[in-house]
């Protein structure tokens, strides 16, 4: 059904182009899925994600927005309250700052402030993360703004098959969803898959163990989901055996799994992209340590950024960011502890 | 007499080269216009009464007069179709009830919320729309078709403009008029909305209440221009200006605009010159004495919206002297004014909405956790 | 020297006029200083923390903006470059979300972004917090958002003698703050105090212990200090001896006092009155589960506000809020452990 | 030769009723109309490079280029004193050296970058005066009065409006010119902006490169007016049109809006009308040729600045035919253009920044961790 690919054999897909289907599929699906942004239409968005929308679905369906990031998400939600469902792409998820206060105070509680008359099928999409030399403004991970929002969904997948679920997942929930795409994977040809044939959604709250693992748990989402999977690498050349847990929505949490693994492996760490203090791997540690804490067997970590901006030149980018190095470091302390 | 009588006379029209030879105020009745009157005292008589309520300590939180700006909300409102939505703000509680409520107040399929609903609100209790979780104006209704707002001033502009782009998708004709004050002008989003909704030329109609005060902060220090309607010049859509003090002036305006913004030529802005008559909310009332010269005060409030539009009325013929003096409130303040100062079926109307409001409960606690998200389907 | 009060006897001074006098104060000592904001000079601003600041300093020091927060915040900016310091009001903190790109963006990276060239000695100061029934935008404590971003220090003083001794160290510090006052305190007879006769500013990065105590330590700030301090009460009763460690500064923390505290008492219990996902306890309970897992014997646990937006009707918000009685709860329940 | 002799032919005024009997152009010399003329070829000279640069894999980030707008900039920054202040925007990138420029670039005192430190900035250098911590265009020097941008649109025209308020309190008469494409000017933070600007009387003059696209986005969906500039209407302030592609009609406009600027009659906004010679970065050049008609970007591309100011200054005589050859790039492409289509003085100025920046290094990776907070005095 698809525009992007009627192939007689499967290929592999890759998180661009599963993001292209969950949006063709769905506005197949929706009649009242609109689709907002800035260049989403005539150019098919700034790295395509749009490309060919506006062609088959219309300008009214897929509307090039001016310049506005506030009036994106404040018409986006007057949309909703209109009945529609709504896509608005930021270009870059950096750029919500300039319309944060539609964000969580106009969107994020409509539908707690109206007891649940008003619904906000609103998804708010845009490339997110760093490690591509983007600098301050392209590199953001900003999703713990939003955690601390309440009423937002958080989602952020870090494969084509997530990608593709969890954008249908988060566009079929009727709750306003911040969706973190990693523009760094858009394109990245290793994680290419093969979706299946037939529609599917994930529903969003659900982990996923990428990897088993008996002697610490990595928690994480988004590009360093593979950063930990190299590690655990690493590590196995070192005889620790490391799980890596892929939280994929942030809100609602998939406390389950995590606790799971660590009733198991006992050692925790917990990494994000973003800035340490206040970020989702601090969430994760004070969970942890709240709800599992008998089953520490060593303090619980974090690796995430250091407290500043994501600068550019690379020798800098690479100090201040999680690696596969801080990452090792870091795992076999928390074993031999 | 015909429903069409007319309603001069002439208009104060401060457009600029608009001089339409049939004004919209002409295609008025006699029971519209005397309808619109009644209205004028609804409005200020729930404004007084709130009043007194809150200085009897019934209530909690910040009461925002619409004392003095009747003629903004009566004159806007009126012409509306049921179907068409608005978006009220703080200083427009009077705006939720007012919506569609022509004639027979009580109607049931009327478009707008019940005065029982509005007083819930007011009260805090469960009976509200929104069940008492959110205050004051911050309230509306999908089905009624009237956005709830946030405290972030101008922030439903966009929201106005999106729900009638939803709209339009559906095939209807809708328009949305959305009330501001002239300081609320000066947001970003203000700007980001009206361009927004200039370029796609959807149908929203910003009302400006420019009452020349923004809380402590005179309308000049918010708006470079004297005319706060100039700032439609900037998009390239008609700004117009309306005497906020004349009911009729108001309605001429804000349907003119809206007859364009159905016609599919876009949005507007109407500029409504009044004057806030108290402190910006019950808190200030004094200390807006001070900051407020004390001539500028009575000039702006000399000019009653009730008071001109029973001299229309009576010029018109439409009522006379003695149904002129079923309102004696014109020129008082809420402590002076007294229950008998208004028309009887205006108090009751009231008394009924409070009445609703007192058998109504405050929220059961656990409901401050819920409705975070949607339910499960 | 502050217009405020002239006394022959010394008269103890709530919160409000705490931070009047640091105004005041600054105003004289520092001519380069600039203020501006909302109502803050014809009014004296909303809750009259400017009052008669404008009669005395002129209109071209004291200025009474147009609501337009993001300029609020990116004129300072400006202002900040040209070589000025900057108090720039927020009517209500509420409403910094309207300006928030330009805070997080423009004003806390400047620093960052020049190698130190440009100086931002910004201080975006107002009322926060609720308990006070002003529902969902007048009652937010958004303070996790900044601690996210980096480059911000982020202050909230408890006591009269903090407000007038954070503010002067915030405008003296040189680094841009989002300040947190918490306008219940504003007027609250039981907290005035003396206020020293001398000039003295608090250097930011400091906690207080506000109690002290063996069993169990509460560390918080702003009003729930006073929860705290009364569950501490609750609980002497009830046998438990608890420590109250108020913050005061949540960026830079004072960790040391932190750890102190619970290498001592071997319990914790972290308060705020945000939301909990991503919230400044959650970030309490991470540092200490990291660096001071040893000397914990019970989970740390949190008392937040449930994730939710303030509501307006009595009984939602303080369904949604710590409570003394949350505390004195979570406390027996940690020292049971 | 007279230092005022004029750039006649007359101007190509577009801008509503302007008809000065003096020219802020005439009052330029013939050695004044020679340094704009080289410093076209300097602006162009370096998109070029940098152009060649990027394509042979040395420069990482995207190119934004300046081609074909350089008139816009070097209109606009002619006449600047040296202690005003200036904000460009992410394709201004040769602003930064062309400011204070005049006759000597090398002069030591000049109020603007140095060909090496731009240069070490697009190569990421630690010789870069922001140390290679934010890239491209996000530079700026307190010293040189230049305020560096963040990557959000319009986000410096408050900065821009703090800047000359203190500098206004200091007592200085600095004006700073912004910069903005016109998709920029859908910002809300550009309405708040100029609206504080306006009602201050600030001197802040926004130059809106209107350039036609906005990334894939036409300017008929990011404004609703055809002059961008009558987004200036809506604050009361003028709003002046330029002919972008004539860098002396830049200037008489740029300069008329300073001179208001720098009297104390407030803001203004000059609209340059241009076009994007390629795509919006180089990363969508090849997209670029598809989203946008053949014709359009032909017709666009046609009045090359560097030629328009060419044959002005051969109408007035100030250079022959021979020195006219100096340049021959007009209308090339970077692909196209060689070294010696250029005059030898601004390759190698180039040459020595390039030569500079290829001599710094990255900067050391633990300043990442620098600076985040003022270090304790
Ligand atoms: C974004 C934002 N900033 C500040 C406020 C605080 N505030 C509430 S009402 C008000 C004044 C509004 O003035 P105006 O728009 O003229 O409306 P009026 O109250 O005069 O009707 C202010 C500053 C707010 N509610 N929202
Ligand atoms: C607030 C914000 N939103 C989106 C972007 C992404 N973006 C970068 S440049 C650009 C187009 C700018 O168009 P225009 O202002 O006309 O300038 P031009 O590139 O044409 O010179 C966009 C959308 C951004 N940088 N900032
Ligand atoms: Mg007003
Ligand atoms: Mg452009």
Redesign the interface.
């Known amino acids: 059904m698809s525009l992007v690919v009627e192939h007689a054999a499967p290929v592999k897909k890759n998180y661009v182009t599963a993001l292209k289907e969950a949006l063709f599929e769905e506005m197949e699906r929706n009649p009242n899925l609109i689709c907002q942004g800035e260049d989403i239409g005539i150019l098919g968005g700034a790295f395509g994600v749009t490309e060919g929308l506006q062609a088959r679905y219309g300008a009214s369906r897929v509307v090039d927005m001016p310049i506005s990031e506030a009036c994106i998400v404040g018409s986006a939600v007057g949309l909703a309250l209109g009945g529609k469902t709504v896509m608005a792409e930021m270009q870059f998820i950096d750029f919500i700052s300039c319309g944060f206060d539609q964000i969580v105070n106009m969107m994020a509680t409509y539908h707690y402030r109206t007891a649940g008359e008003v619904n906000m099928p609103v998804v708010v999409r845009g490339p997110a993360g760093a490690y591509g030399g983007g600098a301050l403004y392209h590199s953001q991970m900003n999703e713990a703004w939003f955690c601390n929002s309440p009423g937002l969904r958080v989602v952020c997948p870090s494969t084509p098959y997530d990608a593709k679920g969890l954008l249908k997942g988060a566009l079929r929930d009727g709750n306003p969803c911040i969706f973190f795409e990693i523009k760094e994977l858009y394109r990245k040809r290793e994680i290419a898959e093969f979706l299946p044939e037939e529609d599917y959604a994930i529903p969003l709250g659900k982990a996923i163990v990428r990897r088993e693992g008996s002697d610490l748990t990595f928690v994480t989402y988004g590009q360093n989901v593979y950063h930990c999977l190299q590690a655990a690498v690493e590590l196995e050349k070192l005889g620790v055996n490391a799980e890596v847990i892929d939280i994929r929505t942030l809100v609602p949490l998939d406390e389950d799994t995590i606790f799971t693994s660590i009733a198991k492996t006992n050692h925790l760490i917990a990494v994000n992209e973003a800035p340490m203090t206040c970020g989702f791997a601090g969430e994760i540690v004070a969970r942890v340590s709240e709800k599992a804490f008998e089953y520490l067997d060593a303090p619980p970590m974090r690796i995430t950024r250091l407290d500043t901006p994501v600068p550019w030149a690379k020798p800098l980018e690479l100090h201040v960011l999680p690696s596969v190095e801080k990452l090792v470091n870091a795992a076999l302390k928390s074993v031999k502890f | 007499m015909s429903r069409t009588s007319g309603t001069a006379p002439a208009a104060n029209a401060t457009q600029k080269g608009d001089t339409p030879s049939i004004r919209p105020r002409d295609l008025l009745s006699k029971e519209d216009c005397l309808e619109i009157f009644r209205q004028l005292y609804l409005a200020r008589y729930f404004d007084v009464r709130l009043i007194k309520e809150k200085r009897l300590g019934h209530l909690?939180?910040t009461l925002y007069s619409s004392h003095n700006q009747e003629g903004v909300l009566v004159g806007s409102l009126y012409g509306l179709k049921p179907n068409d939505w608005i978006s009220p703000i703080h200083r427009d509680m009077p705006a939720f009830f007012l919506k569609d409520i022509k004639f027979d107040w009580r109607r049931a399929d009327r478009m707008g919320l019940s005065i029982e609903e509005v007083c819930a609100q007011v009260w805090?209790?469960?009976g509200s729309?929104?069940?008492?979780?959110?205050?004051w104006s911050?309230i509306?209704?999908?089905?009624k078709r009237i956005?709830?707002s946030?405290?972030?001033?101008a922030?439903?502009?966009?929201?106005?403009?999106?729900?009638?782009?939803?709209?339009r998708?559906?095939g209807g004709d809708a328009v949305c008029v959305t009330f501001n004050g002239e300081?609320?002008t000066?947001?970003?989003?203000?700007?980001?909305?009206i361009?927004?909704a200039?370029?796609h030329k959807l149908p929203v109609v910003t009302v400006v209440e420019n009452n020349q005060w923004?809380?402590?902060?005179?309308a000049?220090?918010?708006?470079?221009?004297t005319d706060v309607a100039?700032?439609?010049?900037?998009?390239?859509?008609p700004g117009l200006v309306a005497d906020g003090q004349d009911v009729f002036d108001v309605y001429d305006k804000v349907m003119t605009a809206i007859n364009y913004a159905r016609s599919g030529r876009?949005p507007s802005i109407v500029e409504c010159k009044t004057f806030r008559a108290y402190g910006h909310g019950d808190h200030d009332d004094d200390?807006a004495n001070k900051?407020r010269p004390k001539e500028d005060v009575e000039k702006g409030r000399a000019r009653d919206p009730i008071a001109i539009c029973r001299a229309t009325l009576l010029a018109l013929g439409h009522i006379d002297a003695a149904h002129a003096e079923t309102f004696r409130a014109e020129g008082k303040n809420a402590s002076e004014a007294k229950n008998d100062d208004f028309p009887p079926e205006v108090v009751t109307f009231l008394n009924e909405g409070i009445e609703f409001a007192l058998q109504s409960s405050?929220?059961?606690?656990?409901?401050?956790?819920?409705?975070?998200?949607?339910?499960a389907?």
Not at chain 2, 140 to 143: I, V
Not at chain 2, 150 to 153: A, E, H, I, R
Not at chain 2, 186 to 193: K, T, V, Y
Request: charged letters at 20%; hydrophobic letters at 35%; glycine letters at 14%.
């Open positions: 909690t939180g805090g209790r469960v729309p929104g069940r008492a979780r959110d205050n911050h509306g209704s999908r089905s956005i709830h946030t405290s972030m001033l922030g439903t502009i966009p929201v106005a403009a999106g729900v009638v782009y939803a709209d998708l559906d300081g609320s000066a947001q970003g989003i203000f700007h980001e909305a361009n927004y200039a370029v923004a809380y402590g902060t005179p000049e220090l918010e708006c470079p221009t100039d700032r439609a010049r900037g998009f390239g859509i876009g200390r900051y405050l929220p059961p606690a656990d409901e401050g956790a819920k409705w975070v998200f949607r339910e389907k």
